[in-house]
């Protein structure tokens, strides 16, 4: 199964950027090639952009081209949303390593630079995770504003950081140093959780889990009644590399918010109770005894096996629906019935 977002650079060589893009209301997240910037993986330098104002501390540095008011004001609030991360994926202890953020003044001169990593115009800001940086133009973009773009990208970092797979100790000469945390939170988890997250700002400013993105909802009945929304099997399966449609985007949102919220509160605790368990599972690369289980599996007389980048992202997607599955299905249930009791919710959802 290939997914191609229309006009949008697609490679399925190595899942090593994941680049957030919004057209026309729609937040996407691509995963460039490394070498669409610079040779092989980890080879590439980190960005370096002079900007006239910066707001730096032990957590951010942010670099904005507007002032140093504005460079203020979005290190503040990305402290802030750091609480609703830890909240929502329940890790109060989570810590996290120095950002560096830039802000440009305009559209066109951030797009310069998301031209360098292969992006199109008309993208709201991008994360790259293996130069953790974040950078986004400080301009409403089809009722996308800064603060939603932050609070997104801002939780593919927070996942990156706190969730995705540590290679084992026993296995880490074998990366660069960058390379040595791995995607393993589906693409559609990771995905659904920022546009999950990315409608968290509440009357009056204040960040709070669970409001419904009226975008994503107002899209995905669309979809559903319109019967061309992607099927969970499709959905659930999508390894990193895929570009995203906006579809994918609302299906993987319409996921997240029916796990989290049920009207029903035993099964809403119910759901909350496995989504956790499998955050766990990511977590662990879904692996029983990740030392020497990935070592079996990804090596080959001490190297890492030569297509390791698909195989990895194979895994992941195949552990996705897999555990998915058993967690939230009933016994003999197939997924097809599945969805149709989560169209039912979605159409409940208020
Ligand atoms: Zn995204």
């Known amino acids: 199964m290939s997914i191609f977002a229309k006009g ?18 729609a937040t996407f997240c691509l995963c460039l090639p490394a070498h669409s910037r610079a040779g092989e993986p980890g080879s590439h330098k980190p960005l370096l952009i002079a900007m006239p104002f910066a707001h730096v501390d032990d957590y951010y540095s942010v670099n904005s081209e507007i002032s140093r008011e504005n460079a203020q004001s979005v290190s503040d609030f990305l402290k802030k949303s750091e609480s609703l991360y ?19 003044g305009n559209t066109s001169r951030y797009e310069s630079l998301a031209h360098t990593y292969g992006l199109p115009d008309g993208t709201a800001g991008l994360f790259v995770p293996e130069e953790n940086i974040l950078c986004l133009p400080y301009v409403t973009i089809s009722n996308v504003t ?3 773009t932050l609070l997104h990208e801002g939780t593919h970092r927070f996942i990156r950081e706190t969730l995705d797979f540590r290679v084992p100790e026993n296995c880490r000469q074998l990366f660069p140093p960058e390379r040595q945390i791995l995607a393993s939170v589906p693409l559609w988890l990771n995905e659904g959780m920022a546009t999950y997250l990315e409608a968290a700002i509440g009357g009056g400013g204040e960040l709070r889990e669970g409001l419904v993105n009226e975008n994503r909802l107002r899209h995905l009945r669309k979809i559903i009644r319109k019967k061309y929304f992607p099927p969970l099997s499709e959905v659930l399966a999508l390894p ?4 995203l449609l906006p579809e994918h985007y609302a299906v993987s949102w319409g996921l997240v918010q029916t796990l989290r919220h049920n009207r029903d509160t035993a099964l809403e605790a119910e759901n909350r109770k496995k989504l956790a368990e499998y955050f766990s599972l990511c ?31 194979a895994r992941i997607a195949d552990c996705s629906r897999k555990y998915f599955e058993q967690l939230f299905l009933s016994h003999g249930e197939k997924l097809e019935q599945w969805q149709e009791k989560w ?8």
């Open 86 to 104: 830890r909240l929502a994926f329940s890790l109060p202890e989570a810590k996290l390593s120095r950002l560096p953020v830039y802000v440009f």
């Open 8 to 25: 949008l650079p697609v490679n399925t060589a190595t899942p090593v950027f994941r680049i957030s893009i919004a057209l026309a209301c």
């Open 146 to 148: 800064p603060e939603m």
């Open 240 to 243: 990193y590399g895929s570009a």
């Open 283 to 313: 977590a662990r690369g879904f692996f029983n005894n990740p030392d020497s289980d990935f070592q079996r599996e990804f090596l080959s007389a001490g190297k890492l096996k030569p297509d390791f980048e698909q195989l990895w992202r």
């Open 343 to 350: 169209i039912r919710r979605v159409f409940q959802i208020r």
